[in-house]
């Protein structure tokens, strides 16, 4: 399985349209070679890179999407609520919600999981939950890694 977007590769800087200082909408995502037994996906898109002092846990999770179904190829690009059940970012959202890094480079990981069986939960739960719920039913993992800094006003 794998995940890709045509707006950056793996490992480069994501385009200033899906953060906090463009229009803040997701890129679009592909999702490639999906396991046949694979029940359910979910998307994870998270910040490891947050400042102790900002949160203790030194995570931010941007988006989360689960019972994403196994058929599904492509997230477009500003995507339709009907993809998947959202649960909770670290902001309070419910969508997507774009890199702003308060500091340096950071590292965004979009986590894509496929599942043996559907999950048995409701919108709005946080990651902890659904990554709990997921315990025992991955069935493969793909990961896209893109990279954003703010740029800074010169004066």
Known sequence: MKIVSSAFSHGEFIPSKYTCNGQNINPP???LDTPPSAKSLTLIMDDPDVPAHIRKERMWDHWI???????????PENYDTQIGIPGIG???NLDYHGPCPPDTIHRYFFKLY???????????????????AMEG???QKAE????????????
Do not use: R
């Not at 896209?144 to 004066?155: D, I």
């Open 29 to 31: 995502i592909e999702i």
């Open 144 to 155: 896209l890694v893109g990279l954003y800094e703010q740029q800074k006003n010169l004066k």
């Open 65 to 75: 999407l689960f019972n994403i179904s196994p058929q599904t190829k492509h997230i």
């Open 90 to 92: 670290t902001s309070g």
């Open 114 to 132: 496929a599942l043996d069986t559907k999950l048995n939960l409701k919108e709005g739960v946080t990651k902890k939950e659904i990554e709990k």
């Open 137 to 139: 039913h991955i069935i």
